[in-house]
């Protein structure tokens, strides 16, 4: 059984961090691409970063660059977004999601930023 579980996500103040965590299990994580996505209201799904197979050629929407950084852990079937400097607009649902010949969805986890 394939299952995505994200965690981590909460409320928190502008400027303040995030970790979140996806932590996967039922297919060959490392054979996978993993990405996050958020879902802000009353809008579409975003990507927001991605994560190859072995950790290069890394790349994020350019709203979070310089801000937050992708990384997985293969032995511990793990992707993780660390989020900095936290901004109102990067509230929402945050997904993981895993990448190949099909694609693996997490079921999220909120991030609201608010004073």
């Known amino acids: 059984q394939v299952q995505l579980i994200e965690s981590g996500g909460a409320l928190v103040q502008p400027g303040g961090s995030l970790r979140l965590s996806c932590t996967c299990s039922g297919f060959t994580f490392r054979s996978y691409d993993m990405s996050w996505y958020r879902q802000a209201p009353g809008k579409e799904r975003e990507l927001v970063a991605i994560?190859?197979?072995?950790?290069?050629?890394?790349d994020y929407v350019d709203s979070v660059k310089g801000r937050f950084t992708i990384s997985r852990d293969n032995s511990k079937n793990t992707v993780y977004l660390q989020m900095n400097n936290l901004k109102l607009e990067d509230t929402g649902v945050y997904y993981c999601?895993?990448?190949?010949?099909?694609?693996?969805w997490g079921k999220g986890t909120l991030v609201t930023v608010s004073s």
């Open positions: 999601k895993a990448g190949h010949d099909t694609d693996y």
């Open positions: 994560i190859p197979t072995f950790g290069d050629g890394r």
